[in-house]
């Protein structure tokens, strides 16, 4: 049932804003009413909660990770702490998606580039 969930990655299509240049065209079926992943990219993703406080069971660099409007719980050292952890999950090129109302700032700005309202890209 796991998997069915997976391929099925649905979205109103409402929700979606346009993809970067990387990834436009890759993977996303658009219909009247959604959006999916196609089956080649719905196989290898994954959505997952974690505490974003303690250590991340995650062991491999991401070329992208959504964390949207979670920073706004927690306090300015904590948020940049936050950022500087999500950007060293990137892979060079990467992207993270952000909330309309959070910033990067601290070491992870050196790290980020703003390539769009709320997207930003590991450097090289």
Known sequence: ??????????????????FPKPFAGTGARTGARRRRLTPRYGTWSGFAGSNLLRAWPFKTLFDVIFCRNVMIYFDQPTKEQLVLRLAQQLQPGAYLYIGHSERVSGEAADMLELVGPTVYRRRD
């Open 1 to 18: 049932m796991r998997s069915k969930r997976r391929q099925r990655r649905a979205t109103k299509a409402r929700r979606w804003r346009p």
